[in-house]
């Protein structure tokens, strides 16, 4: 019996030593890759241009001077620009969820104005949506982003004291709209923290639904509900993330639930799909993505992910176009949990360049 162990064991050291000589030898190849590389010759922007500061471009001189008058109005206590700002959005609920969260960061910094919009109007559904969703942020404030085993119990016991509270500022923001669904991204945003059963959270779930079934945000929250270290389990996300995916049309961020769930994968070292059916799935989600306005603010974060996974997938011709599309900018993850973002992107492009069907431009 000891020989069997010996024996054993001296297979083991030898796996490990054909596993790590693997890895150097992969290690010197891409080391070559990226000292062979010319981006340009790919379509690519040079080295010298990467910036990580950021994810995309700054949005339009315009924009940006547009959202800041309605903070200094907001901060100066005239809600009225704040208003007619999310009004606008009409029925384009990701859109007027997108604008009411620009509110809520306002209402962080000083929640005086928003007191001010709910006393003058305490029947508008939008203004009871913020300070619903307001209530909510603020009490995620205090938990932290940790797991639960890493918040201090004294901070885990104000969270769930405080959550009671956005789940019915949000049920009475509904009966001032019911055809909004902003009240419901916070009913399942909070069912989450209130740890809501599945027979709980499905009729918060269908509430969402019925009103707009392919709510961008309103997924992600949901997403996280079925994800491992929540109320489901990595089956359980994925097969959420690709039914989102089917339904998803081209042109609509909410293929972007795909790319998250994989996030969510990989930050539990849980092993990734792979095989066509992952392959014609990533397919799927950057034909999705190739259709959304280029100005679109949730976009450039997504074609990090998707370039990421598809080179995970080893899709490089997919993934160089996914670089050729982000350009110089690579302030986004995967990039930015490396020491070196700027030297972490460009050996992801050249990985992609020089792995592809394309021959370099002379």
């Not at 062979?36 to 910036?51: M, N, Q, T, W, Y």
């Not at 489901?232 to 769930?261: D, I, K, R, V, W």
Request: neutral net charge; hydrophobic residues 45%.
């Amino acid at each position: 019996m000891p020989s069997l162990v010996i024996a054993i064991a001296a297979l083991a050291t030898l796996f490990a030593l054909r596993r790590q000589l693997g890895q150097a030898l992969r290690g010197r190849r891409n080391l070559k890759l990226i000292d062979s590389f010319r981006p340009e010759a790919f379509g690519l922007v040079p080295r010298a241009e990467l910036d990580a500061s950021r994810a995309a471009p700054p949005p339009s001189a315009e924009l940006t001077a547009r959202r800041q008058g309605i903070a200094d109005a907001a901060w100066a206590g005239d809600f009225q620009p704040a208003a007619a700002y999310v009004a606008e959005a009409g029925n384009d609920w990701d859109e007027r969820w997108s604008r009411l969260e620009l509110l809520q960061y306002l209402a962080g910094e000083d929640e005086t104005w928003l007191a001010k919009w709910r006393a003058d109007q305490p029947d508008n559904a939008d203004a009871a949506t913020l300070h619903a969703s307001l209530l909510l942020h603020n009490a995620w404030k205090v938990r932290g982003g940790g797991f639960a085993n890493q918040v201090p119990p004294e901070r885990m016991a104000k969270f769930k004291q405080m959550l009671p509270a956005s789940m019915e500022a949000a049920r009475a923001a509904a009966e001032l709209a019911p055809e909004n669904p902003g009240p419901w991204v916070v009913m399942i945003t909070a069912a989450r923290g209130l740890r809501y059963s599945h027979e709980q959270f499905q009729p918060l779930w269908a509430g969402l639904q019925a009103r707009t079934p392919l709510h961008v945000d309103g997924h992600w929250q949901a997403m996280q509900y079925w994800c491992a270290k929540w109320h489901g389990s990595n089956e359980a996300m994925m097969q959420f993330a690709e039914a989102a995916l089917a339904a998803s049309p081209e042109g609509s961020a909410l293929a972007g639930t795909y790319l998250h769930a994989l996030h969510e994968l990989e930050g539990r070292k849980a092993a990734l799909p792979s095989g066509p059916r992952a392959v014609q799935l990533l397919d799927r989600v950057r034909v999705c993505l190739l259709a959304l306005p280029a100005d679109d603010e949730r976009l450039p974060a997504l074609r990090h992910l998707l370039a990421h996974f598809l080179l995970r997938a080893e899709q490089y011709d997919a993934a160089l176009e996914q670089f050729q599309l982000l350009g110089r900018w690579c302030g986004a993850y995967p990039w930015t949990d490396a020491a070196d973002p700027i030297a972490e992107f460009d050996r992801g492009r050249a990985l992609a360049a020089q792995r592809s069907s394309r021959s370099p431009a002379e």
